[in-house]
């Protein structure tokens, strides 16, 4: 088996097991899984869909199905691999930091923490990173106009997610946020 199937399917397993794992938290704590979205929500499903698609061409690339795309070098597929190892390790660690307090979307009934210590203290948005990391990854494993344009879709109708939750956590945190994000990065 290459490095790559590996690496593909150990981060496809662990992500799924973990987004499992903290979904039955999250309900068995009574939290609330899902919140008012920061951007319409046709916006949302589509930035989540995009942003994993180019995934999704991997798997099915890697199933034996070859999916037309660029001709690149060996170089650039191991960067590629490289980068989904980073990225399902930033959304792993993230979603265990954040465990109960998981949501999509703003909180709108439960109660949240600022979450600054762990993979927080790398990133202010370690899961928004990961899944960055994930789809360029991937756009650079399966360089495909389809994979890139969804991809890149995807990227930034989450950037804009993230600007629009910014300005919750300042006018929930107030000061405590500005704070933190005076010592920590947006991304890296």
């Not at 992500?15 to 068995?28: E, P």
């Not at 589509?46 to 991997?58: C, M, Q």
Request: net charge positive; aromatic share 10%; no cysteine.
């Amino acid at each position: 088996m290459s490095v790559q199937k590996i690496i593909v399917i150990a981060a496809a397993i662990a992500l799924t097991v973990k987004l499992l794992q903290v979904m039955l938290l999250v309900k068995r704590a009574g939290g609330e899984l899902y919140g008012k979205p920061a951007i319409p929500g046709f916006f949302v499903l589509f930035a989540k869909f995009a942003v994993v698609f180019p995934f999704v061409f991997v798997v099915i690339n890697l199933s034996g199905t070859k999916i037309p795309a660029l001709g690149i070098s060996e170089v650039i597929i191991g960067i590629g691999n490289f980068l989904i190892f980073v990225a399902a390790l930033f959304l792993v660690l993230s979603l265990d930091h954040l465990g109960r307090f998981t949501k999509m979307g703003l909180p709108v009934k439960d109660i949240i923490r600022l979450q600054t210590s762990g993979i927080y203290r790398i990133s202010r948005n370690p899961m928004y990173l990961g899944l960055i990391l994930l789809s360029v990854g991937s756009m650079m494993i399966i360089p495909n106009l389809l994979s890139i344009v969804f991809g890149l879709s995807g990227i930034i109708l989450h950037h804009l997610i993230i600007l629009k939750e910014e300005r919750f956590l300042k006018a929930r945190f107030g000061q405590e946020y500005i704070d933190y994000q005076s010592k920590t990065r947006r991304y890296l």
